[in-house]
């Protein structure tokens, strides 16, 4: 009998959930992919129409728990008022809210990343994309809004804010304070000087800064006699030379800063205001 979409996804989530809470108490090692499909109800061979391996089964949780995290916080009430630093801090929290329940099982996936990098990154997470798009978003609205200077690489930053997020879950994963506070410092602050940044418009000047070092490092590789301090010289010349932002008057006011979190409240759904996310840590089992 032929299986319906609806029937293949269940299956497809009742296989991951088996494989995290076995590899959680077994080890990635120690379960194998007859142990996962028996402990999901199916046969031995039905597996493998799902997922050809183990790491695949990993990647699999790792995109189902990113696109989860990416729904919820989109669907956050009142998520459009946000401002852009509120919008990615809640992006984060959403994701470290998803990865709690399993964090043992995240502990490992992180050993194995180190261990085998390739295995995991030989097939792109679809969720990847979706975090690219809603950053890129998120930066096109800050922008229209006046709440940052025009950034001309929002493409590559939402690129960038996934390997900011992975360093965030390795953070998060060796964070021994009460409630996760120190991850909650980390994010705060990290995200805080991005966006302050993206407001004066220094990270366009910096990219600029970049563009021109290169250039002159490789014409340096043909042509000698120019020093550092020379060098240094043109890079000044370069950044006095770009385009001033706009000055305050010119700019949209700018939306306060979001009061600091407290790292110690229960995680519980944000309502109509816009607090950040806390976190709970998880009690040992």
Not at 31 to 54: Q, S
Not at 73 to 81: C, K, R, S, V
Not at 182 to 209: C, F, I, P
């Amino acid at each position: 009998m032929k299986t319906t979409r609806q029937q293949q996804d269940a299956t497809r989530r009742q296989i991951v959930a088996s494989a995290v809470d076995l590899m959680t108490r077994q080890g990635f090692d120690g379960t194998t992919m007859k142990d996962i499909a028996r402990a999901a109800g199916i046969g031995d061979a039905t597996i493998y129409k799902y997922f050809p391996t183990k790491d695949r089964i990993v990647v699999g949780y790792l995109d189902d728990t990113v696109q989860q995290a990416l729904a919820d916080t989109l669907q956050t009430p009142g998520f459009d008022g946000y401002s852009l630093q509120e919008k990615l801090q809640r992006l984060t929290d959403a994701v470290l809210e998803r990865l709690l329940a399993d964090r043992e099982f995240v502990a490992q996936v992180r050993s194995l990343a180190r261990r085998s990098p390739l295995s995991m990154l030989a097939e792109p997470l679809a969720a990847r994309q979706g975090l690219r798009d809603a950053v890129a978003g998120f930066l096109e609205a800050a922008e229209a809004s006046g709440e940052i200077e025009p950034c001309d690489f929002k493409g590559l930053a939402g690129s960038l804010y996934t390997d900011y997020l992975a360093g965030v879950v390795s953070y998060w994963l060796a964070d021994t304070s009460d409630e996760f506070a120190d991850t909650t410092q980390l994010v705060d602050l990290s995200l805080g000087v991005l966006v302050q940044a993206l407001r004066v418009g220094l990270v366009n000047r910096l990219a600029q800064l970049g563009g021109f070092v290169l250039r002159s490092q490789m014409a340096r590789m043909a042509q000698h006699g120019s020093g550092l301090l020379g060098m240094l010289q043109l890079a000044r010349q370069t950044l006095g030379s770009a385009p001033p932002h706009a000055s305050p008057a010119q700019r949209s006011p700018e939306p306060p800063a979001p009061p600091p979190r407290r790292a110690a409240r229960a995680p519980s759904a944000p309502a109509a205001t816009k607090p950040a996310t806390p976190r709970k840590k998880k009690s040992a089992p």
